[in-house]
């Protein structure tokens, strides 16, 4: 999965799950809440499993990956609007591998 270009700067941990469960409520069609998987990453697309992020504890950053390359433009747009909504400070990914 690689990774998208957007990253979610400066998110506390105690924070990461009510931001991901916004990003899920308003960005994906009955989308109700992000969960962490056992692979500690979450799911944030309601289930569809096309995008997911994790959660850079070191750089208090929020990345995100898709399932797909063709889909990166679309899933950046959608991070992008959510993040100028809710005055979330943006980087562009440096991470060129994937997850």
Same mark, same amino acid.
């Given at each position: 999965?690689?990774?998208?270009?957007?990253?979610?700067?400066?998110?506390?941990?105690?924070?990461?799950?009510?931001?991901?469960?916004?990003?899920?409520?308003?960005? *994906?069609?009955?989308? +109700?809440?992000?969960?962490?998987?056992? !692979?500690?990453?979450?799911?944030?697309? $309601?289930?569809?499993? #096309? @995008?997911?992020?994790?959660?850079?504890?070191?750089?208090?950053?929020?990345?995100? *990956?898709?399932?797909? +390359?063709?889909?990166?433009?679309?899933? !950046?747009?959608?991070?992008?609007?959510? $993040?100028?909504?809710? #005055? @979330?400070?943006?980087?562009?990914?440096?991470?060129?591998?994937?997850?």
């Amino acid at each position: 999965m690689p990774y998208c270009q957007t990253n979610f700067r400066t998110v506390p941990p105690e924070r990461v799950e009510e931001v991901l469960s916004s990003l899920t409520k308003e960005s *994906f069609v009955v989308g +109700q809440s992000a969960y962490q998987l056992n !692979d500690g990453s979450y799911s944030v697309d $309601a289930g569809e499993n #096309d @995008i997911r992020a994790i959660y850079d504890q070191e750089n208090a950053e929020l990345k995100f *990956f898709c399932r797909y +390359q063709r889909d990166m433009n679309f899933y !950046d747009k959608k991070l992008m609007a959510f $993040a100028t909504k809710h #005055d @979330i400070d943006t980087k562009p990914c440096t991470t060129s591998s994937e997850y």
